[in-house]
């Protein structure tokens, strides 16, 4: 009876698992769709995924940064959050020392019923368009620099800024690789199809670049990729955050 009992036990525990697993190939393929403007991810396994997230408005304008998202076997059970490490440097309220992204601050609890992936990322992109009502809910230096002084808070932005691509490109080597080489101005944490065919059109655009064309190469690699992508944040969830974000423009 008690080998019933296990057996029994370790079945039940095996397809708990794999509705689990199941239900989180659901929502990575919804967010193939679905996901927010500018943000892309890719998972190197079920339950680990690299992403990156390029800022076209508002204080953080321009800014890349890369992420890993990171699903517990927990994960889609109740208070079993995602988690969110920021691989390139970001000075945010919502950041920590250790770059992982504060999801609590803003969803105190985690219902799998309501809460998924996309709410996830959807909350990140919005830490880098940051209004004061967004930070009543955070206590930290960074949180009471951004209230009480703000031109030294926008001086370490607009750094954290330049060093989030100049993490990914350098300037010296765009428009020199040939169509074999290795990823010099991108770099990929995932090495698939769909990236190298970036990389290539990436350093033949570069080379055919217009000498008198007045984007910096970081700023050109930005277009690019919003162009080779054909993503005008149509039919995204998050159109509303994008719109309310351009009175941020204002801050810069």
């Given at each position: 009876a008690f080998?019933?009992?296990?057996?029994s036990?370790?079945?039940t525990?095996?397809?708990g698992?794999?509705?689990?697993?199941?239900k989180?190939?659901?929502?990575y393929?919804?967010?193939?769709?679905?996901?927010p403007?500018?943000v892309?991810?890719?998972?190197?396994?079920?339950?680990?995924?690299h992403?990156?997230i390029?800022?076209?408005?508002?204080?953080y304008?321009?800014?890349i940064?890369?992420f890993?998202?990171?699903l517990?076997?927990?994960?889609?059970d109740?208070?079993?959050w995602?988690?969110?490490v920021l691989?390139?440097e970001?000075?945010?309220?919502?950041?920590?020392?250790?770059?992982?992204?504060?999801?609590r601050?803003?969803?105190?609890?985690?219902?799998?019923?309501?809460h998924y992936v996309?709410?996830?990322?959807?909350f990140?992109?919005?830490?880098?368009?940051?209004?004061?009502?967004?930070?009543?809910?955070?206590?930290?230096?960074?949180?009471?620099?951004?209230?009480?002084?703000?031109?030294?808070?926008?001086?370490?932005v607009k750094?954290?800024?330049?060093?989030?691509v100049?993490?990914?490109?350098?300037?010296?080597?765009?428009?020199?690789?040939?169509d074999d080489s290795e990823?010099?101005?991108?770099?990929?944490?995932?090495?698939d199809e769909?990236?190298?065919?970036?990389?290539?059109?990436?350093s033949?655009a570069?080379?055919?670049?217009?000498s008198?064309?007045?984007?910096s190469p970081a700023?050109?690699?930005?277009?690019?990729?919003?162009?080779f992508?054909?993503?005008?944040?149509?039919g995204?969830d998050?159109?509303?955050?994008e719109?309310?974000d351009?009175?941020?423009?204002?801050?810069?």
């Open positions: 080998l019933t009992m296990m057996a036990s370790s079945a525990t095996k397809s698992r794999a509705m689990k697993d199941y989180l190939t659901v929502e393929k919804h967010l193939q769709q679905n996901a403007g500018g892309y991810v890719v998972p190197s396994t079920l339950r680990t995924w992403g990156v390029f800022v076209r408005r508002g204080m304008a321009s800014g940064f890369r890993r998202l990171e517990s076997e927990d994960y889609n109740v208070d079993a995602p988690r969110i691989e390139t970001c000075y945010s309220p919502f950041v920590d020392a250790d770059g992982e992204l504060d999801l601050s803003a969803y105190p609890r985690w219902d799998p019923g309501k996309v709410t996830a990322l959807t990140l992109k919005k830490i880098f368009y940051l209004k004061d009502a967004d930070l009543k809910h955070v206590a930290n230096d960074i949180a009471t620099e951004f209230r009480t002084d703000p031109p030294t808070f926008l001086r370490k750094r954290c800024v330049e060093r989030s100049a993490a990914l490109t350098k300037d010296d080597d765009l428009g020199k690789e040939d990823a010099r101005s991108l770099r990929f944490r995932v090495n769909g990236s190298s065919v970036c990389r290539r059109r990436l033949r570069l080379r055919a670049r217009d008198a064309d007045l984007l700023d050109f690699v930005v277009n690019f990729i919003s162009r992508h054909d993503d005008d944040d149509e995204n998050d159109d509303a955050l719109d309310d351009d009175d941020d423009d204002d801050d810069d």
